[in-house]
């Protein structure tokens, strides 16, 4: 039961990890911005998702 329940949890990082890349590169911040949130979210998958959900950049690009 170990297993199953780690690999949903990791599908639900990951998935969650790539919208939130998706959002930063949508949305109308700098570059610079956009490359530090993306690194933060590929090098502290769960903490950085986090951090970027109540930090991170709101507006879309145009």
């Given at each position: 039961m170990g297993i199953e329940v780690t690999g949903i949890v990791g599908l639900?990082?990951?998935i969650l990890d790539?919208?939130?890349i998706i959002n930063i590169l949508g949305?109308?911040?700098s570059p610079g911005?956009?490359?530090v949130w993306?690194?933060?979210i590929l090098l502290l998958?769960?903490?950085g998702v986090i951090?970027?959900?109540f930090l991170g950049p709101r507006?879309?690009?145009a």
């Open positions: 639900l990082v990951l790539i919208w939130a949305s109308a911040t911005s956009k490359l993306t690194l933060v998958p769960v903490i951090i970027w959900f507006s879309r690009a």
